[in-house]
């Protein structure tokens, strides 16, 4: 279970970021300005690879997705 504060989608990609106690216990979070983020996910689908991605990082994805 998680808190989502902040979901960003531009027709390729999809992700959201989040907040869960689940994992604050074990992993860093990062403040900002709606609140504490310690994990995100994010879906990317290739078109031409015929693939869907799914990432996740803890506490943010860093690099391209």
Known sequence: KAERLETFADGKVISVTANSDLMQKSNPYIAAENGKYN?????????M???????IGNPLILGNY
């Open 39 to 47: 994990t995100q996910i994010a879906i990317r689908v290739n078109e």
């Open 49 to 55: 690879e015929r693939k869907t991605y799914i990432l």
